[in-house]
């Protein structure tokens, strides 16, 4: 089975963000749970005394919810999750677009233009924020939220499936459930 090259980022079908509604005409993104991973070594001593150490780099990972669609909408999903090839595909999955603010807080998701790890503002002071994990690069500008259509305005995370098996659950009302986890992947 070939592989993915580098050029070939897939794009997560352009589902809409929005609310469960009863409307079944269009499926949408019902929740999207972002969990930030870090690895670390713990031990404590008779004494009390405590001792970390980070053991490892920081990642994101994402659990997507749909909303029930017809088996004609689901097609899409299903296309999409046979390209991804299971963890050997990769796509950019746009964070929350419809939060409707561009303005950069503590805690806003931003990317930098050289490379495609995801970092979280922890710090506004001074001339430019403070993120974390540490940049990998030094060099790129910041890319912060935006409601602009322009995909270089997008703040995204670079991701694959956690999963080489993925499911698709049809319940007794014949509409299909779909769940996707992904982990954050560098390009």
């Not at 998701?109 to 974390?132: E, Q, R």
Request: aromatic share 6%; hydrophobic share 35%; with cysteine.
């Amino acid at each position: 089975m070939p592989t993915l090259s580098r050029a070939e980022v897939l794009a997560l079908p352009e589902l809409p963000f929005a609310r469960p509604t009863s409307s079944l005409s269009e499926a949408r993104i019902v929740s999207q749970t972002m969990t930030s991973h870090r690895q670390s070594q713990f031990s404590q001593a008779l004494s009390g005394r405590i001792m970390t150490k980070a053991t490892g780099a920081q990642w994101f990972e994402m659990h997507l919810t749909f909303s029930p669609m017809r088996a004609e909408q689901a097609l899409r999903m299903i296309g999409f999750l046979e390209k991804m090839q299971g963890r050997i595909g990769y796509c950019r999955i746009p964070l929350f677009p419809d939060a409707g603010s561009s303005d950069l807080t503590v805690g806003s998701y931003v990317n930098y233009s050289n490379h495609s790890k995801l970092y979280v503002v922890t710090s506004l002071s001074g001339a430019s924020p403070t993120v974390a994990p540490r940049p990998l690069n030094e060099g790129g500008s910041l890319i912060v939220p935006s409601t602009s259509s322009r995909d270089d305005h997008l703040v995204y995370m670079a991701a694959s499936l956690k999963s080489d098996h993925q499911s698709i659950e049809v319940k007794p009302d014949g509409l299909n459930h779909i769940n996707l986890t992904f982990i954050e992947r560098l390009e």
